[in-house]
T-cell receptor
């Protein structure tokens, strides 16, 4: 079966750095997405990785290792507005998005 | 104006009633999707459509049907609603494959079935 694992919840301090991990087992791989979702709102696109390595976008970076079936989202200089759920999703061989259950990130002052 | 809109935003209905959720988009995307989201379970795909003549079942299509009236419109129907269909429903659109398959979501419809 297809499976994506993320921690259910993480807590971090304002101004700090946090790393959210995602491991996956899917039938094929055509890319990995990270989305941010504030409570009660729609998911919004953060990043896309299809090649191994680190992609940096301002305070957010995303890393991919295809051989390990592993990705992480790195958030720097945390702000209170970063309190949200972060969803990892993999595009499989049929170009279907397989979603993880999401990681709820709580930021404390 | 929002690129992907959903109506209604909230709906309370009774068991056995037929309801329709509507989705419209101005992004010009061919691909449209319907998901439901339940706490702790993540997003689950109900139906998807890659163009007006193409409709496909997703992971959890039982109890649901869809209609793609035009490139811009994709409706989800619950023929006879039941309480375990209480969830947050999202419509999404995407353009193509790879990074262009980035999905853009509507604001969601919160459905409660009593």
């Amino acid at each position: 079966g297809q499976n994506i694992d993320q921690p259910t919840e993480m807590t971090a301090t304002e101004g700090a750095i946090v790393q959210i991990n995602c491991t996956y087992q899917t039938s094929g791989f055509n890319g990995l997405f990270w989305y941010q979702q504030h409570a009660g709102e729609a998911p919004t696109f953060l990043s896309y990785n299809v090649l191994d390595g680190l992609e940096e976008k301002g305070r957010f970076s995303s890393f991919l290792s295809r051989s390990k079936g592993y990705s992480y989202l790195l958030l720097k200089e945390l702000q209170m507005k970063d309190s949200a759920s972060y969803l990892c999703a993999v595009l499989d061989s049929n170009y279907q998005l397989i979603w993880g259950a999401g990681t709820k990130l709580i930021i404390k002052p | 104006d929002a690129d992907v809109t959903q109506t209604p935003r909230n709906r309370i209905t009774k068991t056995g009633k037929r309801i329709m959720l509507e989705c419209s988009q101005t992004k010009g995307h061919d691909r449209m999707y319907w998901y439901r989201q339940d706490p702790g379970l993540g997003l689950r795909l109900i139906y998807y459509s890659f163009d007006v003549k193409d409709i496909n079942k997703g992971e959890i299509s039982d109890g649901y049907s869809v209609s793609r009236q035009a490139q811009a419109k994709f409706s989800l129907s619950l023929e006879s609603a039941i309480p375990n269909q209480t969830a947050l429903y999202f419509c999404a659109t995407s353009e193509g494959q790879g990074e262009t398959d980035t999905q853009y979501f509507g604001p969601g419809t919160r459905l409660t079935v009593l």
